[in-house]
């Protein structure tokens, strides 16, 4: 009955049905004309747009002279912006910084996530080609350096620089949310895997002065964390480790173990050997914290399912996961009493966490 142009046509007049077949109508334009919109925020953060627009009011020709465009242009762009909510109109001709463009300046991982999308957006032009496995080109598979690789440890530093940048700019959103659903304050050690230049555990560490912490990630990523936790002024109680996690086994001496962001950028096999690995490293009663964005998540569905589920594809690597199913691969190993714990943002990450059995 929805697919029918008469009871569409009908919907779209009858007094009690119009608002919702507007809504409707929105929504799935809203889906054609997605890669448009996204389009305009990368230009936005391509030009700057966003600090410019911080330093006050301007005139679509002043700004049209800083952003370096025919003013045709530069104000087809700012239009374009405010109907995003990323700018603002002001009076005739004259524009300022919009709510969604404050939020981009108030979160820069998110500019950088944006500017990393060209690769996943060319992977994503045969989206027919890539689910059939026929994609020729595969510039996140190329990006993220361990992924197929049989030896990953020996990725050297220019093959991890980029993607180790962009997990830190990305964990500098969801670390706090994180640490806010489980606290740290009873546990005198963390080990983070695969935790990147060690911004998570750095995040950690500043809360909690007390907490030592270690970090295990391949070794041209471990030295990168070695350096930051040196400038960081954390040396005496914050080390990184170098190695693979299917080869080597995971430092000792910690209560609690976190997979940030871990889990769902694997497939199942390489997954349930990270939770292996954890269960060797834990003692008897540590506990493990998971966190990363799940599948099904209530107001979050496309994001785990639509972005990440293609993404992953993309990247060659991993699926989103509903809880449900992360809490069955955990009891499959060797955790019990797993909890789901409330985030802030759960459309970020969630969180779970669960006890090493005995």
Known sequence: ????????????????????????????????AGFVYSQVLFACVQLKLFEILAEGVQSSGHLADRL??????????????????????????????????????????????????AMAYADLQD?????????????????????????????????????TELMADSQRLIASDVLDAYSLEEHHCLLDVAGGDGTFLVTAAKRWPHLRVI??????????????????GLADRAIAVGGDVLRDP????????SLVRVLHDHDDGMAQSFLEATCHALPEGGRLLVAEPMSGTPGAEPI???????YLLAMG??????????????????????????????????????????
């Not at 109109?89 to 969604?100: I, K, Q, S, T, Y």
């Not at 027919?128 to 080109?137: F, K, M, Y």
């Not at 970090?215 to 960081?232: G, H, I, N």
Request: net charge positive; hydrophobic share 45%; charged share 25%.
């Open 68 to 117: 370096g465009l025919p003013p045709d242009e530069a104000r087809r762009l700012l239009r374009a912006a405010a109907s995003l909510r990323l700018a603002e109109a002001r009076g005739r001709d004259r524009f300022a910084l919009g709510e969604l463009g404050a939020a981009m300046l108030g979160n820069p991982g998110i500019a950088a996530m944006v500017e990393h999308h």
């Open 317 to 358: 690597s991993g699926r989103p996961r509903p809880p449900v199913e992360v809490e069955q691969m955990l009891r499959d190993t060797c955790f019990d009493q797993v909890r789901q714990l409330p985030t802030r943002r759960p459309i970020l990450t969630q969180v779970m966490v669960a006890r090493r059995a005995g």
């Open 250 to 257: 995971l430092p000792q001496g910690a209560d609690v173990v």
């Open 215 to 232: 970090l295990f990630d391949l070794p041209a990523v471990a030295e990168r964390a070695r350096a930051r936790f040196e400038r960081e």
């Open 304 to 310: 785990g399912d639509a972005y990440f589920g293609f």
């Open 127 to 163: 989206p027919v080609a890539l689910l059939r496995g026929e994609a020729e080109r595969r510039e996140l598979l190329k990006y993220w350096a361990y992924v197929g690789s049989e030896r990953p440890a020996s990725a050297a530093e220019h093959a991890v620089g980029g993607y």
């Open 1 to 32: 009955m929805l697919s029918s142009p008469g009871f569409q046509r009908w919907a779209a007049a009858f007094p009690f049905t119009r608002w919702l077949a507007r809504r409707r109508s929105r929504e799935l334009f809203d889906i054609v």
